[in-house]
């Protein structure tokens, strides 16, 4: 099955630095990557998609890179603000199997004003 | 609030006694997601539903697990003889169900503790 591993497991940035979560995936079959963002307490929220058709995808301060080839993808915040601290979750599936996503192990980022 | 919702939020439990958590996904969502979150870990796919039929059950499902989504509609995912290695978030997503352009919506889960 597969198996999706994702670094850092934390991340401390000044604020209005840039942070970026690298994530590699073993199944060269999956075709769709979405990265959620999970506060304490509160449900994993979807904060932006890839699919395997397109490299980058840029959502205001938000960017997602994939690399086919080397099965990896990354997550860039850029001008990071005291609320984008989080936990940040990427996932891969096959989207025509179901989708069943598969996690990272998560990110958890801190900004400090 | 017409996303993703799930009840009760918390159950605290004593070590096998039976308990069964609900969830309403987004309405007009045909596809119905359960997942297991443990502390400091990422989610982990436990069962689906398109419709009513439930297509696949991931290993982590013991036979004490038992899910169901009669009319389509709501989910209940009922655990036996809880253990204390059950305890855990319980999330549920739902999505719309097509094979292409699909986003999956969570809603806040149930935190299960068994004492």
């Known amino acids: 099955g597969e198996n999706v591993e994702q670094h850092p497991s934390t991340l401390s940035v000044q604020e209005g630095d840039s942070a970026v979560i690298k994530c590699t995936y073993s199944d060269s079959a999956s075709n769709y990557f979405p990265w959620y963002k999970q506060e304490l307490g509160k449900r994993p929220q979807l904060i932006i998609d890839i699919r395997s058709n397109v490299g980058e995808k840029k959502d205001q301060r938000i960017a997602v890179t994939l690399n086919k080839t080397a099965k990896h993808f990354s997550l860039h915040i850029t001008e990071t603000q005291p609320e984008d601290s989080a936990v940040y979750f990427c996932a891969a599936s096959i989207q025509a199997a179901g989708n069943k996503l598969t996690f990272g192990g998560g990110t958890r980022v801190l900004v400090k004003p | 609030d017409t996303g993703v919702s799930q009840d009760p939020r918390h159950k605290i439990t004593k070590r096998g006694q039976n308990v069964t958590f609900r969830c309403d996904p987004i309405s007009e969502h045909n596809r119905l997601y359960w997942y297991r979150q443990t502390l400091g870990q990422g989610p982990e796919f436990l069962t689906y539903f398109q419709n009513e039929a439930q297509l ?60």
């Not at chain 2, 696949?56 to 204390?84: H, N, V, Y």
């Not at chain 2, 319980?90 to 004492?115: D, H, I, P, R, W």
């Open chain 2, 56 to 115: 696949e059950k991931s290993r982590l499902l013991s036979d004490r697990f038992s899910a169901e989504r009669p009319k389509g509609s709501f989910s209940t995912l009922e655990i036996q003889r809880t253990e204390q290695g059950d305890s855990a978030m319980y999330l549920c997503a739902s999505s719309l169900g097509l094979a292409t352009n699909e986003k999956l919506f969570f809603g806040s889960g149930t935190q299960l503790s068994v004492l």
